[in-house]
């Protein structure tokens, strides 16, 4: 079992930064791949970012390529989104899951946190 916990998010204007957190607790949290989705009102989940347990293999979006880094600190229990140059469009709710493997398919990730609100403002 894998508890995750999500925090960071909040209102920046447009072109700021914001850096998203997932807790996780659980003593097998190293060996899961990590992701984060976003759903915008009205919108499907759709994906964001990925990390496998050793960081060799990272997916992002089209969409956030080049802004967003997914990083994970495994002796913390935390993966991180850090989101620069923001933009209206990426505002959503922002949630982690964790997988067996790197996935872009929410499908693929048995455990999900609560989310976190991501409002950008033009």
């Known amino acids: 079992q894998v508890q995750l916990v999500e925090s960071g998010g909040g209102l920046v204007q447009a072109g700021g930064s914001l850096r998203l957190s997932c807790a996780a607790s659980?003593?097998?949290?190293?060996?899961?791949?990590m992701g984060w989705f976003r759903q915008a009102p009205g919108k499907e989940r759709e994906f964001v970012a990925a990390r496998s347990w050793t960081g060799v293999a990272t997916w992002y979006a089209d969409s956030v390529k080049g802004r967003f880094t997914i990083s994970r600190d495994n002796a913390k229990n935390t993966v991180y989104l850090q989101m620069n140059s923001l933009k209206p469009e990426d505002s959503a709710v922002y949630s982690c899951?964790?997988?067996?493997?790197?996935?872009?398919?929410?499908?693929?990730?048995?455990?999900w946190g609560q989310g976190t609100q991501v409002t950008v403002s033009s």
């Open positions: 899951g964790a997988s067996q493997k790197v996935s872009v398919y929410e499908g693929d990730y048995a455990y």
């Open positions: 659980g003593r097998t949290f190293s060996t899961y791949a």
